[in-house]
């Protein structure tokens, strides 16, 4: 029980990151009963103080699919400054929850980066790590920014008992429809296997995610008085 227990630990951890993993249809029938249901438009799973978090199947290949999130929100910002909070590594840790470390390991521009992030995940198992590498598709306006992250697992060499992320893709989507209001949308998806059913961690994840998008919120507002 108390090993299960962890790992639904790790799970709460690290899916905000990983989104939901993939999974075989035979093995989550609940969820869906045949193939042709994969790629459904989004479900409301989960909402709270005007954040909601939303789910989708996305078909992998004849036999397995992957669940995608997606959380939505508006501010009462200009997009800039959601930008410049999603463009600062140092203030990931503040917002992103687990998060033990991230810094930037290397800028090809202004627009692409790669940055390391590193989950604190509870003891006997180790914590785990990804390389993520940012790239930021802007209109010229500035009143639609796309942030796309893709994982780039051996871009740096493993550490020594820290468990490599390998697989992880993730879009920000930040559009201002006036120079006061901004709607922030992230989707994320993991083709990594999941390890419990979906009726155990879905919750947890959703839950998860919904505290990360407040503890974001919380930021932009604090830089936008």
Not at 54 to 72: E, G, P
Not at 167 to 179: A, E, K, R, V
Not at 202 to 224: C, F
């Amino acid at each position: 029980m108390k090993t299960k227990i962890t790992y639904l630990l790790i799970l709460l951890h690290f899916t905000f990151n990983s989104g939901l993993g993939m999974e075989s249809p035979d093995n989550n029938l609940s969820a869906f009963s045949s193939s042709d249901k994969v790629n459904n438009k989004f479900t409301l799973v989960r909402s709270d103080d005007n954040i909601s978090i939303y789910m989708r199947w996305i078909k992998v290949n004849d036999t397995t699919s992957a669940r995608q999130l997606k959380a939505k929100f508006m501010l009462d910002c200009p997009a800039e400054n959601v930008v410049s909070v999603l463009r600062d590594d140092k203030s990931y840790t503040k917002w992103m929850k687990a998060t033990k470390t991230c810094y930037r390991v290397k800028t090809i521009n202004s627009n692409q980066w790669y940055s390391y992030v590193q989950f604190a995940i509870p003891w006997p198992l180790n914590n785990q790590d990804c390389i993520l590498k940012y790239e930021v598709h802007a209109n010229d306006d500035l009143s639609r920014t796309v942030i796309t992250l893709v994982s780039v697992p051996g871009i740096l060499e493993s550490y020594n008992g820290i468990e490599r992320i390998s697989h992880l893709d993730g879009t920000w989507i930040i559009t201002q429809f006036t120079p006061g209001r901004t709607c922030v949308e992230y989707y994320v998806c993991s083709k990594q296997t999941q390890k419990f059913p979906a009726w155990i961690v879905d919750p947890l994840i959703q839950k998860n995610l919904l505290n990360t998008m407040n503890a974001l919120r919380d930021i932009v507002i604090s830089i936008s008085k």
